[in-house]
């Protein structure tokens, strides 16, 4: 079984922690998933405070819902992946966003860590007042449809880009 995780807010005492987790992911060379975790954190105070802003759905990028962003921390404190829950979906989250985005850390995959994650974020989006999320992966992505279907996600159409992607489209009740 995995490390005891939970999710924290983001925060800058978290900042050593946070930073490693970046660095790693940016030395890995994969897309960031969620977007928030390409926010360049070099001014950590300040994308703390736009993170608690986008939470606060204040000072919202044009077209942009509110949302909320946690980190996947463990016992020892590392940060070990993130979550970004969109508070409702606008058509074009409808079709290839959903309410849940995430990550974790390449090193610290296939030890139950997703599955782990989207658990508390469901509850998390429960808390929002959200009772059916939306979670979609890329019809590649073998890994993050198992997470979804773990964590009772239920098939919907799928959604193809316009360069051909397909995006799986799932919703769990909270």
């Not at 016992?75 to 849940?100: M, P, Y």
């Not at 599955?115 to 992505?141: F, H, Y």
């Not at 995006?167 to 909270?174: A, S, V």
Request: overall charge negative; some cysteine.
């Amino acid at each position: 079984m995995h490390n005891q995780v939970t999710l924290a807010e983001p925060t800058v005492e978290l900042a050593p922690q946070y930073l490693a987790f970046y660095e790693e992911w940016l030395a890995g060379g994969e897309m960031f998933v969620p977007w928030v975790i390409g926010i360049d954190p070099t001014d950590f105070a300040a994308m703390v405070r736009y993170l608690q802003d986008n939470a606060d759905g204040v000072n919202l990028k044009e077209g942009w819902v509110p949302s909320s962003t946690y980190w996947l921390v463990n016992a020892d404190s590392k940060v070990v992946g993130a979550v970004n829950i969109r508070h409702r979906l606008t058509e074009k989250l409808l079709q290839s966003g959903g309410h849940i985005g995430y990550g974790i850390l390449h090193s610290e995959r296939r030890k139950g860590l997703a599955t782990e994650l989207l658990r508390q974020a469901l509850l998390k989006a429960g808390g929002l007042g959200i009772t059916k999320a939306l979670v979609v992966c890329d019809d590649s992505n073998i890994a993050s449809e198992r997470t979804i279907r773990r964590n009772g996600g239920l098939e919907d159409s799928s959604y193809i880009e316009e360069d051909g992607n397909v995006i799986r489209r799932f919703w769990i009740e909270t």
